[in-house]
């Protein structure tokens, strides 16, 4: 049976076995085999411990140095027995240099396996940056995102109007436009 606490200890092994320590063999430790990681990047998805350790094997040598990591908001929720989901935020920043911290934003769900180990099964990390709004989940349906889409399309009707005569219209009667 899981316990409170123990996937918050699978996530924190993992992300410290990734980041600071930087070794792959202890950070596959804490995936199940049938993991699913998407990353920040927008094509960073593994399925698979196997494909998992093919991500960390190709991006740990790549880092210059360990970082620092700093948990600041964990929540849990049970799901099941066997089950349990974190909720996270921490900071993380190279240990070596005087850099800003990079936020990121966790979501692991944890199984308990027949043997009692707690392993990360579904992991999802984002690192929200200027271009999101604040309370946005959906960053395309924001108002903001909403309105700028519709200036953008005022602007170029506006730019068509002043530079083909006849506006919209005068293009399509133009030859070959």
């Known amino acids: ?18 980041l600071v320590k930087r070794d792959v063999e202890d950070s596959l430790a804490c995936l199940a085999e049938e993991v699913q990681w998407v990353g920040t990047g927008r094509s960073e998805m593994a399925k698979g411990r ?9 991006q740990l040598p ?14 849990e929720t049970v799901v099941s027995d066997t089950c349990e989901v974190v909720l996270l935020t921490m900071s993380v920043s190279p240990q070596a240099k005087d850099i800003d911290a990079i936020c990121l934003q966790v979501t692991a ?9 707690c392993r990360i099964v579904s992991l999802h990390t984002s ?11 959906f960053t395309a349906f924001s108002p903001e995102y ?5 200036q ?15 506006g919209m219209m005068g293009g399509y009667l133009e030859p070959d436009y």
């Open 62 to 75: 790549q880092m210059t140095a360990a970082f620092r990591i700093q948990f600041e908001s964990i929540q």
């Open 50 to 58: 196997a494909q998992a350790g093919q991500v960390l094997r190709a």
């Open 146 to 150: 909403a309105e700028l889409e519709q």
């Open 1 to 18: 049976m899981i316990h409170e606490g123990t996937a918050t200890k699978a996530v924190k092994t993992f992300f410290n076995a990734c």
């Open 127 to 137: 690192a929200p940056g200027g271009q999101y709004d604040e309370g946005g989940f």
């Open 109 to 117: 769900t944890c199984v308990e396996s027949q043997e009692g180990l």
């Open 152 to 166: 953008i399309g005022q602007k170029a009707l506006d730019i068509l109007g002043k530079n083909i005569p006849g």
